[in-house]
């Protein structure tokens, strides 16, 4: 018996979510090419798990510098944030991910954001004594800062 003849066939929601979940799986695992075969079906780059987490959250999570500049390329918000307000800055300041942090702070990326636990990417790098984070935001913004971008 066939999945549609026994009732168990996907509907579109389904299947969206499973193409979701595939989408934040390449990026947390560093699999550039399945990203960009999965993005060339048309999800969205900022599609949501029902964490509130995006392909960029995972990649910055996990340090995949490649991923996030992909991301960030093709127009992933470099600000969305999850169910806890956590935004990409905030992971990758949390696990240490310098060039990360450098790379979403010159793409827009916003230090001052307070996720739910009152803190900002700032203090998640101090919390877990990641000062050379705190370099490489303070090298970020100065870059911009130096190029004339203004920097919240």
Not at 10 to 26: F, I, N, Y
Not at 101 to 129: C, F, Q, W, Y
Request: with cysteine; hydrophobic share 40%; aromatic share 2%.
């Amino acid at each position: 018996m066939d999945a549609e003849a026994n009732g168990a066939e996907q509907t579109p929601t389904e299947t969206m979510q499973e193409t979701v979940e595939e989408l934040l799986e390449a990026a947390r695992y560093d699999d550039i090419d399945d990203l960009k075969k999965l993005a060339s079906t048309g999800v969205s780059l900022d599609s949501k798990d029902s964490q509130g987490r995006t392909a960029l959250h995972m990649a910055a999570a996990n340090g995949h510098l490649d991923i996030v500049e992909y991301l960030i390329g093709s127009g992933a918000d470099a600000n969305a944030c999850n169910v806890e307000n956590n935004t990409p800055l905030h992971w990758a300041c949390l696990n240490g991910h310098v060039e990360v942090v450098k790379k979403l702070v010159l793409s827009g990326a916003n230090v001052s954001l307070l996720n739910t636990h009152e803190r900002t990417p700032i203090d998640e790098a101090v919390s877990m004594g990641k000062m050379n984070v705190i370099d490489a935001i303070n090298a970020a913004k100065a870059e911009l800062e130096f190029t004339g971008v203004t920097v919240s």
